[in-house]
């Protein structure tokens, strides 16, 4: 949470509702560490429409971000998606973070919209549970 706050919300001046923690008991929170401390962080929900995980408020400790962190965890949220048997994931990315999914083989969705008082768009990726060699 402390992780969350500091790279996602400090910058936007947003403090933690208890009310929206409490709504977080049943997701997947996946954390990366480093030396016994959290540098990076997501949480996987699940998605009433089928068969589908959205992840969100994904975060990297700003002195590790462009180290390849983000995207191990992306990966690994991947893998996590296919064990639950969902087939793909779904996220409201900021637009600033728009080339980092891209990269991953994310989808773009429909047009922009404004969550958190920022430009975001809904991305998508089929994740595949029979990989190639």
Same mark, same amino acid.
């Given at each position: 949470?402390?992780?969350?706050?500091?790279? %996602?919300? !400090?910058?936007?001046?947003?403090?933690?509702?208890?009310? +929206?923690?409490?709504?977080?008991? *049943?997701?997947?929170?996946?954390? &990366?560490?480093?030396? /016994?401390?959290?540098?990076? =962080? =997501?949480?996987?929900?699940?998605?009433?429409? &089928?068969?589908?995980? !959205?992840?969100?408020?994904?975060?990297? =400790?700003?002195?590790?971000?462009?180290? /390849?962190? &983000? *995207?191990? $965890?992306? +990966?690994?949220?991947?893998? %996590?998606?296919?064990?639950?048997? @969902?087939?793909?994931?779904?996220?409201?990315?900021?637009?600033?973070?728009?080339?980092?999914?891209?990269?991953? &083989?994310?989808?773009?969705?429909? /047009?922009?919209?404004?969550?958190? /008082?920022?430009?975001?768009?809904? $991305?998508? !990726?089929?994740?595949? *549970?029979?990989?190639? @060699?």
């Amino acid at each position: 949470m402390t992780l969350r706050d500091e790279v %996602l919300r !400090k910058p936007l001046n947003m403090l933690f509702d208890p009310a +929206e923690l409490q709504k977080e008991s *049943s997701d997947f929170h996946v954390v &990366g560490i480093q030396k /016994g401390l959290v540098v990076a =962080c =997501c949480i996987l929900s699940k998605v009433e429409q &089928g068969s589908a995980l !959205k992840m969100r408020q994904v975060a990297v =400790c700003q002195s590790l971000q462009r180290n /390849g962190l &983000g *995207s191990q $965890m992306v +990966e690994f949220c991947e893998s %996590l998606t296919v064990e639950l048997e @969902a087939q793909r994931i779904v996220l409201n990315a900021r637009e600033s973070a728009l080339p980092f999914y891209l990269a991953l &083989g994310y989808e773009v969705e429909g /047009g922009e919209f404004t969550e958190v /008082g920022l430009p975001h768009r809904r $991305m998508w !990726k089929l994740v595949d *549970s029979h990989p190639s @060699a």
